[in-house]
């Protein structure tokens, strides 16, 4: 189920890109895909926005929430292994340890077998920041 939330975050995401990159970087959905089916790759630009969103969705809707849309959909939510809310740092700490992991293939990828593997269901990022994933 957390990879299924993870795919509704990310086109979520890609959706808000798909809107503000047009306006900020000039650059629209089409033009990053045929840069990068051509070989060229996304720009720097378009990597950072993306980076950026991606970070700030899942810090924000955490914080406040302590869920993001795609968790909301399986009934999960990020707290402190006491229940407590993750908050504003915790939060900042998993999206971007989270974001970081899933750039490299073997962290991501640990990660997964992590998640699979052990009772509390927690990833490399969940352990670094202090959270847990439960069901509600």
Known sequence: LRLLSYIIDNVLVTAIYAAVAPLVINETLPDMYRAISNGVGQSGASFWLQAGLAV???TVLVA???T????RVFNMRVVQPSGEEAGWG???VREVTRFLSSLLLFPAIVSAFMI???ADK???HD???GTVVPRR
């Open 56 to 58: 700030a969705y899942g």
């Open 64 to 66: 406040l929430y302590s």
């Open 68 to 71: 993001t849309v795609g968790k």
């Open 90 to 92: 915790r939060a900042a």
């Open 116 to 118: 699979g593997l052990r």
């Open 122 to 124: 927690r990833a490399i």
């Open 127 to 129: 352990l670094i920041a």
